[in-house]
């Protein structure tokens, strides 16, 4: 099974994959691996431009996103087909599951075309809102240049999504910087951990019936507090 995580920059993909979706994975002994779509493009940046796996993996700065972007889109969707990392993912998957790997977290869902891969895989698709965590990342990622945030913002890879129905995703969780949401993401993970991880040795085909319950379960305890 693939669990897809969806969003723009800096939203919170991966907080979501390791503190809530990687747990429930580890506590019922799932054999499982966290890959992503961009993890060939990143490879490629590295090894042709000569880049520390930090500057591309852990802290990108506004050249090493703009080379991303590049060999993702310029130099590969638009050249090799916009599906060419999709193959690639594919084709990677296919090696880890003859290894013995069961299920597979993919933390950078980009594009129209990899939401339908997930989906037609039989997959599960999260959605993560975060507005101002993204302006944030972009902000610091350009220092405050104008010209360079529209640049970034306006890729066809951050905004390929924006035109997609939210509900072509099985949960879709409010991650912003507010304290409303603050508040609504912790009641999300403390409702989440305990229940649903109770759960999910039954089936892990409820999966999306079980965080859809708690996401509810979480706007309730939200306004409670605010009432």
């Known amino acids: ?23 429930v994975l580890q506590k019922y002994n799932c054999k499982f691996l966290q890959m992503s779509f961009a993890d060939q493009i990143k490879v490629n940046v590295m090894t042709k431009n000569n880049i520390p796996f930090n500057d591309v993996y852990v802290d990108k700065n506004i050249e090493t996103r703009t080379l991303l972007q590049t060999e993702g889109t310029e130099l590969g969707r638009d050249v090799l087909g916009n599906d060419i990392w999709i193959r690639y993912f594919d084709n990677w998957m296919k090696v880890y599951k003859s290894r013995g790997v069961e299920h597979f977290i993919c933390t950078d869902i980009r594009f129209t075309n990899e939401v339908e891969y997930i ?18 990342r972009l902000f610091r990622e350009s220092n405050g240049d104008p010209n360079i945030i529209a640049k970034l913002a306006n890729h066809i890879s951050e905004c390929d999504l924006d035109t997609l129905p939210r509900n072509h995703f099985d949960i879709v ?27 999910f040795q039954d089936s892990f085909q409820s999966i999306n019936d079980i965080l ?3 996401l509810l379960n979480a706007k309730s305890r939200f306004n409670n507090l605010i009432m």
């Open 119 to 136: 989906k037609k895989s039989g997959g599960m698709l999260i959605y993560i809102n975060a507005p101002n965590r993204n302006y944030n």
């Open 173 to 199: 969780i409010s991650n912003d910087t507010s304290d409303t949401s603050d508040i609504l993401q912790d009641s999300f993970q403390d409702s989440f951990q305990d229940s649903f991880q109770d759960s």
């Open 212 to 214: 859809s319950q708690h």
């Open 1 to 23: 099974m693939i669990i897809g995580i969806a969003g723009k920059m800096g939203c919170g993909k991966d907080y979501i994959c390791n503190n809530i979706v990687i747990p």
